[in-house]
């Protein structure tokens, strides 16, 4: 077995999207390399029905999938296709935007007023950037959960893991995506095939993200400088991004701690990127754009 060195560790970005949504970029409009096949993570958490409610009125999509979590409160969604819905607690939706479509999604909080949800892109290849768009809209009642002897809780969205095997089918970057909670104290061994890249998002607790023995300095933003000493811990809104190895470790802090654990094949591909439109060329990001304009972006009837 060989651990995953912690490459980096991020703190999101405060960033307004749709209407005028406050959230958390954890990553996005970027570098691609390191992620791949993901180009972008949103936290979009608030408390504030103002910050969220305006949400995000119609726009493209073109050459991605958007996978959607909610955790609390709910979203109301519909396309140019006609599929409209209600996301929940606990509901995911996997869209494949493929040839294009025209989607909007507005979130509302819960009795208390509060929203929180993810929402994570991953590319499409060349060979299915123009596939026809689909949804896959799982209740949360449709994702197993699994729980370790040490009280270590899985819920497993995508892909298999300890013997469960998620609900999300037929995404092209074949994804793992896990949402997990160590309890407090416990250090927990996690499997993560070694040719994909990965890396976790922490939303509650706090704990330590470690390298092999001899760990491999790195140094959060918040670390003014350069030679002070390397920082592990991960708290709430850490991202970490793992380097390559078959597995990861994690020590739960006094809290316990929950993240999602995401990972996929690269696609290694060049990418041309305008907002929620993903190509391989400036050429075809620019008939997108034409096509959006005279009313033609719509392939799929």
């Known amino acids: 077995m060989s651990l995953r060195p912690v490459r980096q560790i991020i703190q999101p970005k405060p960033t307004i999207e749709g209407a005028g949504v406050k959230l958390q970029r954890a990553f996005g409009f970027g570098k691609t390399k390191e992620f791949d096949p993901f180009l972008l993570l949103d936290d979009f958490r608030n408390d504030n029905p103002g910050d969220y409610v305006a949400g995000f009125p119609w726009h493209p999509h073109r050459g991605i999938e958007t996978i959607t979590y909610v955790l609390a409160g709910s979203v109301e969604h519909g396309d140019s296709l006609g599929n409209k819905g209600k996301m929940t607690a606990g509901d995911v939706q996997w869209m494949t935007a493929g040839s294009g479509?025209?989607?909007q999604e507005m979130p509302r909080g819960d009795q208390q007023g509060r929203m929180h949800g993810f929402q994570l892109w991953a590319n499409l290849p060349a060979s299915l950037k123009m596939t026809d768009p689909r949804y896959q809209d799982i209740p949360a009642s449709a994702i197993p959960e699994v729980t370790d002897d040490d009280g270590t809780r899985v819920r497993v969205v995508c892909g298999e893991f300890w013997g469960k095997r998620g609900?999300?089918?037929?995404?092209?970057?074949?994804?793992?995506?896990l949402d997990i909670s160590v309890a407090p104290g416990q250090r927990k061994r996690l499997k993560v095939e070694t040719t994909r890249n990965a890396f976790a998002y922490v939303f509650a607790g706090a704990g330590t993200f470690r390298d092999s023995s001899n760990p491999r300095a790195v140094l959060?933003?918040?670390?003014?400088?350069?030679?002070?000493?390397?920082?592990?811990?991960?708290?709430?809104?850490?991202?970490?991004?793992?380097?390559?190895?078959?597995e990861i470790v994690v020590q739960a802090g006094d809290e316990g701690i929950r993240f999602l654990l995401v990972s996929g094949k690269p696609i290694e591909e060049p990418v041309a990127w305008y907002g929620p439109i993903v190509m391989n060329t400036q050429a075809q990001l620019k008939q997108a754009m034409a096509e959006l304009q005279d009313g033609n972006f719509i392939k799929h009837r």
């Open 101 to 103: 479509i025209l989607h």
């Open 167 to 177: 609900p999300v089918e037929g995404v092209a970057a074949d994804p793992t995506y």
């Open 220 to 246: 959060t933003e918040s670390v003014a400088k350069p030679e002070a000493p390397p920082v592990y811990d991960a708290r709430n809104h850490s991202l970490v991004l793992f380097d390559r190895g078959d």
